[in-house]
């Protein structure tokens, strides 16, 4: 209902062409500090919704005590790419990134997809050395928030739902 969802207008950004996009949604952390502030004060916060762009945002409700979930704009598919390439990662120390321009045939199998598809095919953010620790970090909030709610057809999407209703990813 509507007295249970609260949208929050915050003023504009600093548009200055010096941000990166990572320090652009981080210059917004003091006016969404003060927004949830504020309505802490009105009325009781069950929980804050941020965008999955916006993952740092974690901090502020980690500071008021209070469960982020998360609206993934990607599908569920892409979701359990990221999970696996984080675990690819932290068990076996497989850094996706220095297979960006392999001659090797890898051939990359993700359980939330159908079928294993050459290494080299993975999204270009993921073989860059630059942005694959942002990546691994994101990953890693994801799997911290409260819960996850993903932009996801069933019919299109049924080995990766699977995947998911049956482990504890």
């Not at 006016?31 to 919704?49: D, K, M, N, P, T």
């Not at 294993?116 to 942002?134: D, G, Q, R, T």
Request: hydrophobic share 35%; with cysteine; glycine share 2%.
């Amino acid at each position: 209902s509507q007295n249970r969802l609260s949208y929050c207008l915050l003023p504009p950004g600093d548009q200055s062409t010096e941000h990166t996009f990572i320090s652009y949604i981080n210059s917004y952390k003091p006016h969404v500090r003060a927004a949830v502030s504020e309505l802490s004060q009105r009325r009781q916060v069950a929980g804050i919704v941020v965008d999955m762009f916006c993952t740092s945002m974690t901090d502020i409700a980690n500071e008021f005590h209070l469960p982020t979930y998360l609206f993934y704009t990607s599908n569920a598919s892409y979701l359990g790419l990221q999970f696996h390439v984080q675990s690819l990662y932290d068990e076996k120390k497989l850094d996706v990134s220095e297979l960006n321009n392999s001659d090797a045939e890898f051939e990359f199998e993700v359980p939330t997809f159908t079928r294993p598809f050459p290494a080299n095919c993975l999204p270009s953010f993921m073989l860059s050395k630059e942005w694959f620790p942002y990546i691994l970090s994101r990953a890693r909030t994801l799997r911290e928030t409260k819960g996850i709610i993903v932009n996801s057809v069933a019919e299109m999407e049924p080995q990766a739902l699977k995947f998911f209703s049956d482990s504890n990813s």
